[in-house]
């Protein structure tokens, strides 16, 4: 049972209302980001978040670096859980569900799923109650607290069971609700899109050691360039291509390098990646057939 300190405790916390606690099944990279995220917020305390793993090594991991308890078995906590953030595989999902719900899992008990292309209606399907279920979509720069995340309510959630799920991924950087149809999309642009710039990153950096930069400066420079670049974007509401008409003179050294660009498609290039990561995550949240 809760105790009367933890209670009260809870009940001044934005993402609990004192009914339980706040559960993280699957204490890899993102669900310890999670954590350390809400830590940092101040939303919640050590005290009423508990983790859970499939290994006793990254439990030990995981219970050392934040200072919370992690287990392999989880059962006897479940039943006092306002809050279950679900962080593992999409395999993994079914036998994560049969083992909540034989723990004695409450249908008031709010389900945060980060799953890949898993939707809400499988999640429900596969529980089989009546339980709030809240499908997030993280990216990676949220270990940095400037992730961008995107929730989408399943048919029994309600808008502060909405609300919920927003302060908990606000703890880690911006976070805006959608409708699901779009998640599988969003995946692929923004869940994958890291990777992309990273990609582009490197391929700069590496163009600035081609024409006679040290590395070092070659990489500081296209980094802060990007981030500079995407705060204007951000800042000034106006659109990409206008902005990239300001730094365009004509006959210069800017249209010449857009131009190369251009013949090797890069446009193409980028959409066909989004196209195609967009096609595997809807494979990676159908149910595995034997």
């Known amino acids: 049972m809760l105790t009367t300190e933890h209670t009260e405790t809870m009940a001044h916390s934005p993402i609990l209302t004192g009914r339980g606690n706040l559960g993280v099944i699957g204490a890899g990279v993102m669900g310890r980001t999670l954590i350390k995220g809400l830590f940092k917020s101040g939303v919640v305390e050590r005290c009423q978040i508990w983790a859970a793993a499939r290994t006793e090594k990254t439990c030990l991991e995981a219970s050392g670096e934040l200072q919370i308890p992690t287990e392999v078995s989880y059962n006897?906590?479940?039943a006092e859980a306002e809050m279950l953030l679900l962080c593992v595989k999409p395999s993994q999902l079914e036998r994560v569900l049969a083992e909540v719900k034989e723990s004695g899992l409450r249908e008031d008990t709010l389900l945060i799923s980060i799953l890949a292309g898993v939707t809400t209606a499988r999640i429900e399907s596969a529980l089989g109650m009546a339980n709030p279920v809240v499908r997030a979509m993280p990216n990676t720069p949220c270990i940095v607290g400037d992730g961008m995340t995107v929730i989408a309510a399943g048919r029994y959630a309600a808008s502060s069971h909405m609300l919920q799920a927003?302060?908990?991924f606000q703890a880690?950087?911006?976070?805006?609700?959608?409708?699901e149809i779009y998640c599988n999309a969003i995946t692929?642009?923004?869940?994958?899109?890291?990777?992309?710039?990273?990609?582009i990153i490197e391929a700069l950096a590496d163009a600035g050691v081609r024409v006679g930069l040290p590395r070092d400066l070659a990489l500081n420079l296209v980094t802060q360039t990007m981030l500079g670049a995407a705060r204007m974007v951000q800042q000034t509401g106006r659109h990409p291509a206008a902005l990239r008409d300001d730094v365009t003179t004509p006959a210069g050294c800017t249209i010449g390098g857009l131009l190369m660009l251009e013949d090797g498609k890069i446009r193409s290039v980028l959409a066909r990646a989004i196209e195609e990561s967009t096609r595997i995550v809807a494979e990676l949240?159908?149910?595995?057939?034997?």
């Open 188 to 199: 692929a642009l923004s869940g994958s899109g890291p990777a992309y710039v990273y990609l």
């Open 76 to 78: 006897h906590r479940v």
């Open 285 to 290: 949240g159908k149910p595995k057939t034997v």
């Open 172 to 179: 880690v950087g911006q976070c805006m609700p959608v409708d």
């Open 166 to 168: 927003r302060h908990v």
